[in-house]
């Protein structure tokens, strides 16, 4: 795609800048109806030109050349076209640390945070955040609760599964980049490698229902991998999965926590406790939307 006429400064012979670049994306992708047009356009082109905020603010008024001018317009073309700009950019900020992602992996969401919240309140009625725990995360993805959990949690040691070779290869590459050494990975089928006890299991699982697909929005629908999203017919397809084979990885005292759907969950609810768990009440995210999930395994009496 070449550049829209509204990317060039109004006198053809004045340099196109920094400023009027980063101007006539934003405009281009408000036009286009995207969510955040200037968040948008400052973080494509700061990545275009190796540029953070501050300087790209000081650097305004550098006139582009032709190869920087095609950079950019490559990345507004893929914007475009609803490839999110994490996607674009190879990366996204979770819990305050940058994770790489790829094709195989979800982008990292705010509210999915909300998942590592529950996970350490959880974690906290128990006792200190220092003793020693064992972590899993299933369906890890790019890694990002177990990475997140393992930076609060500095003497736990986790492990993530994922049934995708890619997604795993992205996770361990994460947690080399951030010197997480006490994370590992295993590929396989929700926890079917896996050998209990652990203190705190979590997991963000495919819960969108398989005829939702086509209605998600275009950013999710057509970018993020579809095993990654697909719950089966109802979306509860992986919450049975782990209720099923979960509370006997966990330790007494220890706990599940997953991330919900939207409406989902009193039902997950009713799954843990028919599966012996203790269900709290659901944390609601930032949109007050009930996202995470946490069930306790309850202590052995003496």
Same mark, same amino acid.
């Given at each position: 795609?070449?550049?829209?006429?509204?990317?060039?400064?109004?006198?053809?012979?004045?340099p196109v800048?920094?400023?009027?670049?980063?101007?006539?994306?934003?405009?281009?992708?408000?036009?286009?109806?995207?969510?955040?047009?200037?968040?948008?356009?400052?973080?494509?082109?700061?990545?275009?030109?190796?540029?953070?905020?501050?300087?790209?603010?000081?650097?305004?008024?550098?006139?582009?050349?032709?190869?920087?001018?095609?950079?950019?317009?490559?990345?507004?073309?893929?914007?475009?076209?609803?490839?999110?700009?994490?996607?674009?950019?190879?990366?996204?900020?979770?819990?305050?640390?940058?994770?790489?992602?790829?094709?195989?992996?979800?982008?990292?969401?705010?509210?999915?945070?909300t998942?590592?919240?529950?996970?350490?309140?959880?974690v906290?009625?128990?006792?200190?955040?220092?003793?020693?725990?064992?972590?899993?995360d299933?369906?890890?993805?790019?890694?990002?609760?177990?990475?997140?959990?393992?930076t609060?949690?500095?003497?736990?040691?986790?492990?993530?599964?994922?049934?995708?070779?890619?997604?795993?290869?992205?996770?361990?590459?994460?947690?080399?980049?951030?010197?997480?050494?006490?994370?590992?990975?295993?590929?396989?089928?929700?926890?079917?490698?896996?050998?209990g006890?652990?203190?705190l299991?979590?997991?963000?699982?495919?819960?969108?229902?398989?005829?939702?697909?086509?209605?998600?929005?275009?950013?999710?629908?057509?970018?993020?991998?579809?095993?990654?999203?697909? &719950? !089966? +017919?109802?979306?509860?397809?992986c919450?049975?999965?782990? *209720?099923? /084979? %979960?509370? =006997? #990885?966990? $330790?007494? &005292? !220890? +706990?599940?926590?997953?991330?919900?759907?939207?409406?989902? *969950?009193? /039902? %997950?609810? =009713? #799954?843990? $406790?028919?599966? !012996?768990?203790?269900?709290?009440?659901?944390?609601?995210?930032?949109?007050?939307?009930?996202r =995470? #999930?946490? $069930?306790?395994?309850?202590?052995?009496?003496?």
């Amino acid at each position: 795609m070449a550049m829209s006429p509204a990317a060039a400064p109004a006198d053809a012979k004045a340099p196109v800048t920094v400023g009027t670049m980063r101007r006539a994306l934003a405009q281009m992708f408000l036009a286009a109806g995207l969510d955040s047009p200037d968040l948008d356009a400052r973080i494509l082109v700061g990545h275009a030109l190796s540029l953070d905020h501050a300087a790209l603010a000081a650097s305004a008024a550098q006139p582009l050349d032709a190869g920087q001018r095609a950079a950019i317009a490559a990345f507004a073309q893929r914007r475009l076209a609803h490839e999110p700009v994490a996607r674009i950019i190879g990366g996204k900020e979770f819990w305050s640390l940058q994770l790489g992602i790829d094709a195989a992996t979800l982008v990292p969401r705010p509210e999915t945070e909300t998942v590592v919240e529950a996970a350490l309140a959880a974690v906290d009625t128990g006792g200190s955040r220092m003793r020693p725990l064992r972590v899993c995360d299933i369906g890890t993805g790019s890694g990002a609760l177990l990475l997140a959990l393992l930076t609060e949690l500095p003497n736990a040691t986790g492990v993530g599964t994922d049934i995708s070779s890619a997604a795993l290869a992205t996770a361990r590459s994460n947690a080399r980049r951030l010197g997480l050494a006490r994370a590992a990975f295993a590929a396989c089928d929700m926890a079917a490698a896996l050998r209990g006890p652990f203190d705190l299991v979590v997991s963000n699982p495919p819960y969108i229902a398989t005829g939702d697909i086509v209605a998600l929005a275009p950013e999710v629908r057509d970018f993020d991998p579809r095993a990654a999203l697909d &719950g !089966g +017919a109802d979306g509860f397809d992986c919450y049975r999965a782990i *209720a099923a /084979a %979960v509370p =006997a #990885l966990i $330790a007494p &005292g !220890g +706990a599940l926590v997953v991330e919900l759907g939207a409406g989902q *969950a009193e /039902a %997950v609810a =009713a #799954l843990f $406790a028919t599966a !012996g768990l203790a269900p709290a009440p659901a944390r609601a995210d930032l949109n007050a939307v009930p996202r =995470a #999930l946490a $069930a306790g395994k309850p202590r052995q009496r003496a």
